[in-house]
């Protein structure tokens, strides 16, 4: 079923309605607005068709939509029937986005930001299932990703970050054979918070310390 462009951008993070319920939710929770007002925000940005296929992401979609719905349930129970719904969602598409990252390391080709990204990434996704399932084997599969993803990988005998992408940042700023970004939505740094915050709930898999230390430190060595 074909979305309308209204049930497209009232499920964006990025988009009023949907970052307007989650504002109204943490108003409510502090005490500087009312869960009535942010019930109905909620409501708004989660009364259409919710989108799960593969493009959804922490900021869209059913990842998006549970997000909210998650917040909104730390201080109001009713949300938590919801907020459960859309959990098989969000682990299918976990799942397929960690079979198609090992195809794609297996083939040893340079990953995406849409493979490990904030905004539609296993980072985002990471970050959803930390607060939603922190002892899923789905979560440490994750962190597995994410550990394997900081090890160096060589390219014409020279050694990269193991996020290095072959495209362009924006199409604005080109970048001739790629590059290595080191902010928090489509680099190290995004890579990095989850890592830590991983570690800091006692969330462990192998590797973890060492590729926060990679992260934080990283030290040049050749292939």
């Known amino acids: 079923m074909k979305l309308s462009e209204h ?18 939710i943490e108003r409510a929770q502090s005490g500087a607005g009312d869960w009535a007002g942010a019930d109905a925000h909620i409501r708004k940005a989660t009364a259409g068709p919710i989108d799960s296929a593969p493009h959804a992401g922490l900021y869209y979609g059913a990842p998006a939509s549970a997000f909210i719905l998650h917040t909104a ?10 907020a459960r719904s859309l959990d098989k ?5 976990t799942q397929s986005r960690l079979a198609t990252a090992a195809e794609r390391m297996r083939r040893r080709a340079p990953a995406a930001f849409a493979e490990y990204d904030v905004f539609r990434g296993l980072t985002g996704l990471g970050a959803l299932l930390l607060l939603r399932a922190p002892g899923s084997d789905l979560l440490g599969a994750v962190l597995t990703y994410v550990t394997c993803l900081t090890r160096p990988r060589c390219l014409d005998g020279e050694e990269l970050p193991g996020w290095w992408v072959d495209h ?6 080109p970048t001739p054979r ?9 680099g190290a740094a995004g890579l990095l918070a989850l890592l830590s915050l991983a570690s800091l709930r006692g969330c462990a898999v192998p590797g973890l310390t060492s590729a926060i230390e990679t992260l934080a430190f990283p030290v040049k060595s050749a292939c």
């Open 7 to 24: 049930e497209v951008a009232s499920q964006a993070l990025t988009r009023p309605t949907a970052a307007n319920a989650l504002l109204a």
């Open 73 to 82: 349930r730390a201080g109001h129970p009713r949300y938590q029937v919801a």
């Open 89 to 93: 969602h969000v682990a299918r598409l």
């Open 168 to 173: 362009d940042p924006d199409p604005r700023a």
């Open 178 to 186: 790629g590059h290595a970004n080191l902010g928090l939505a489509h």
